[in-house]
T-cell receptor
Framework: GAVVSQHPSWVICKSGTSVKIECRSL??????MFWYRQFPKQSLMLMAT?????????EQGVEKDKFLINHASLTLSTLTVTSAHPEDSSFYIC????????FGPGTRLLVL | RKEVEQDPGPFNVPEGATVAFNCTYS??????FFWYRQDCRKEPKLLMS???SGNEDGRFTAQLNRASQYISLLIRDSKLSDSATYLC?????????FGDGTTLTVKP
């Protein structure tokens, strides 16, 4: 099946810093990628839809100025958590779709 | 009400048991349906797609009832390795909505 990679897999940072997470589709081109967040023992919540060459579409309640999404190419989307705070600590997962949706391995963010 | 609702579980079953998971979705415009498996601290992985005609893959059978907006997953002869959280997904226009998941623990 298709492969989606994420980098980094783990991030520990101080409160107030910004963190960039990369999502790459390795063997196919993805005009659309999705960013999810999952808190412990909860379901995946869609944060935004990343569209290549255009602005991302954010879900209700997700601050677009805090979670910056850039989809600069057909194989790369980035999510930047700006001025991260402890409540932003979570598991961030991206996905890209061909016929079915393939998920990256996720990035665990811990903000101290 | 959540868009996709699942049995909360957890399900604790012995090896060899048959276990069934249920899921309902509220958006009648949903077009695609899946079951994903998520192991602890890992990303979800596609288990199988779900069709109205039913879909069987080895020990796993998935069923969709569009009239009732109901999705099911049946696992026969469960193995220890089946222990995981199973996520029901309803999708439309490329966007997927996940249920909270049902946790299954298969014990020896």
């Amino acid at each position: 099946g298709a492969v989606v990679s994420q980098h980094p897999s783990w991030v520990i940072c101080k409160s107030g810093t910004s963190v960039k997470i990369e999502c790459r589709s390795l063997d196919f081109q993805a005009t659309t990628m999705f960013w999810y967040r999952q808190f412990p023992k909860q379901s995946l919540m869609l944060m935004a839809t990343s569209n290549e060459g255009s602005k991302a579409t954010y879900e209700q309640g997700v601050e677009k100025d805090k979670f910056l999404i850039n989809h600069a190419s057909l194989t790369l989307s980035t999510l930047t958590v700006t001025s991260a705070h402890p409540e932003d600590s979570s598991f961030y997962i991206c996905s890209a779709a061909e016929e079915t949706q393939y998920f990256g391995p996720g990035t665990r963010l811990l903000v101290l | 009400r959540k868009e996709v609702e699942q049995d909360p579980g957890p399900f604790n079953v012995p090896e060899g048991a048959t276990v069934a998971f249920n899921c309902t979705y509220s958006n009648s415009a949903s077009q695609s349906f899946f079951w994903y498996r998520q192991d602890c601290r890992k990303e979800p992985k596609l288990l199988m797609s779900v069709y109205s005609s039913g879909n069987e893959d080895g020990r796993f059978t998935a069923q969709l009832n569009r009239a009732s907006q109901y999705i099911s997953l049946l696992i026969r002869d469960s193995k220890l390795s089946d222990s995981a959280t199973y996520l029901c997904v309803a999708g439309m226009a490329g966007k997927s909505t996940f249920g909270d998941g049902t946790t299954l623990t298969v014990k020896p």
